[in-house]
């Protein structure tokens, strides 16, 4: 297959272009950047900004993609210039989108009122009826992690622009956290900032500590949007993809530490004696359990990486390249 990869030249891009590439695919890449290092040097480049996506139509068909696979969409307006690219032009779309598009993640962010979610959430769920979950303060650090995330950010609009056009199939994938080398977040440097600093324990707010949120290690979540990519039962489904079980933050701060040769102790504390930065912003009694058996059972997904030599893996880059804890 001749496959294109939108905005695939960071975090997710590089292990997926590494798969599709191992499996015998052609792969091009449309940025706005510098080929990375570790890019296999037969991947093809295509230069350009994708907020205007439409000036590079004739660069993007001349490929001749077989699949399309978006993994900078941030709008719907963006979403509808990639299917207008698409038309006449690909068999398949494939967006990625994430798990913030359901009624659960507005309830934990207090955008959405009324009873929680029932557990797990599939696909069938019910998504958030306010569209606009994110203050512009939260769109801010969204942007200094994900340069592509737009001011007008809505996933919801994404996937309404993909699943309903009538002469390209679309496929979406709703992610978890993604975890791995390369994580801009550093989702794992504030556990092992402590444990380097020689803490004998560390402290967790109690409400904090029992919360569950779905995540996934950055080549596994580049394996199920291979999966997707080069099956056509994908076509017209929605994903979700993340691992399971889903481990609550105790549980999840507990196997970084442990892995990182820490033997302290993890201790709950209540919420009102937390200090102000451990505290959590968001509403604690919706869980974000979400199932990703619809996957793994139509395109026989499993994680090629297990979870504890992920966390390894993640470790060890996080230990050469630390961030910074806020």
């Known amino acids: 297959m001749r496959v294109l990869l939108i905005g695939g030249n960071g975090f997710i891009g590089l292990p997926l272009t590494k798969q599709l590439r191992a499996a015998g695919h052609e792969v091009a890449i449309f940025h706005r950047g510098q080929p990375r290092s570790d890019n296999d040097d037969r991947v093809i480049h295509i230069y350009g900004n994708r907020n205007h996506l439409l000036k590079y139509s004739e660069q993007l068909r001349s490929f001749a993609p077989d699949v399309i696979i978006d993994l900078i969409l941030s709008s719907g307006q963006q979403a509808r210039a990639l299917m207008t690219v698409a038309s006449g032009v690909t068999r398949r779309v494939i967006a990625l989108s994430s798990g913030d598009v359901y009624r ?16 797990p959430i599939t696909e069938d769920s019910r998504l958030r009826t306010t569209r606009k979950l994110y203050s512009p303060e939260m769109i801010r650090t969204m942007q200094s992690l994900a340069p592509w995330a737009t001011e007008n950010y809505d996933k919801i609009a994404v996937e309404e622009a993909v699943m309903s056009n009538r002469e390209v199939p679309g496929t979406v994938l709703r992610l978890p956290m993604v975890y791995g ?22 402290s967790v707010p109690e409400d904090l500590a ?8 950055v080549e596994n979540v580049a394996h199920a949007i291979a999966l997707a990519a080069t099956s056509d039962r994908a076509a017209g489904r929605i994903y979700n993809v993340c691992e399971e079980p889903c481990l609550s933050e105790l549980e999840w701060q507990s196997s970084v530490a442990r892995l990182a040769g820490w033997s302290g102790e993890i201790i709950k504390v209540a919420v009102a004696r937390a200090p102000e930065h451990m505290r959590f912003k968001g509403d604690t009694r919706q869980h974000l359990v979400i199932s990703s058996q619809r996957i793994r059972s139509e395109l026989e997904y499993g994680e090629i990486v297990s979870r504890e030599e992920g966390l390894r893996r993640t470790i060890a880059w996080e230990q050469v390249n630390p961030g910074e804890v806020h």
């Open 181 to 202: 080398p390369g994580d801009r977040a550093h989702r794992l440097f504030p556990i092992l900032k402590q444990v380097a600093d020689g803490s004998t324990s560390i």
């Open 210 to 217: 029992e919360w569950r949120a779905p995540r996934g290690y």
């Open 104 to 119: 659960a993640w507005g309830l934990v962010q207090g955008v959405e009122a009324g009873e929680l979610e029932p557990l």
